[in-house]
């Protein structure tokens, strides 16, 4: 007897055969950037120490450097994790974590990372990390190797944490707009039908 395949189990497996895909590829550019980074980091700490530039510069890039070490383990994880194959057991449990998702969010509860929280700690850790690198280009000048400090290093990451604070904003907007409609549709997708997911 021919078992029909369930329509929402075949999307789900679509997702998360393109979610593993990007996956596969954020961890092997995260390798390659963390890695050039690294490099570039223990030579700007290097020429910080024997140039003896205030202690903070070189415990700061110090500290940098683990972030770094820890962003390329996070590479490999992801790299590692996008290779594993679908197994239904993926499916099922990416199901109940869906619908209770969007029911939580139908009734106004977003994830921590988008609560009004997380999104104002992101927001102030970027306006230090700009007005950081601003007062070290205005208190040294920009022959000085602390200002290079301040452009390769600060400045960008509080424009990485404005852009992450925006998006993230964004996202917590049409997650609460549209997370019903989301759940209305995925039930009538997967329990409207006579089929269920078979191997």
Known sequence: M????????????????????????????????????????????????????????????????????????????????GKLPIATID?????????AFLFASAQGQVPRTLGLPSLITKGVLALLCLGWSTDLLVLYGVSQGIATFA????????????????????????????SADILAERLMLGEITEGQDTE
């Open 2 to 81: 021919h078992v029909k395949r369930n329509p929402e189990a075949e999307f789900l497996r679509e997702e998360i055969a393109k979610e593993r895909a990007a996956q596969r590829r954020r961890g092997l550019r995260a390798m390659i950037i963390f890695c050039a980074t690294l490099f570039l980091c223990s030579l700007t700490t290097l020429r910080a120490l024997f140039t003896q530039q205030p202690l903070v510069v070189p415990l700061f890039l110090l500290l940098l450097m683990g972030l770094l070490i820890w962003g390329i383990y996070n590479g490999m994880r992801n790299y590692r994790t």
């Open 151 to 178: 452009i390769i290093f600060l400045f960008p990451l509080g424009i990485l944490l404005v852009s992450v604070t925006i998006r993230d904003w964004l996202r917590r907007r049409r997650l609460l707009r549209e």
């Open 91 to 99: 499916i099922e449990e990416r199901r109940l974590r869906e619908r």
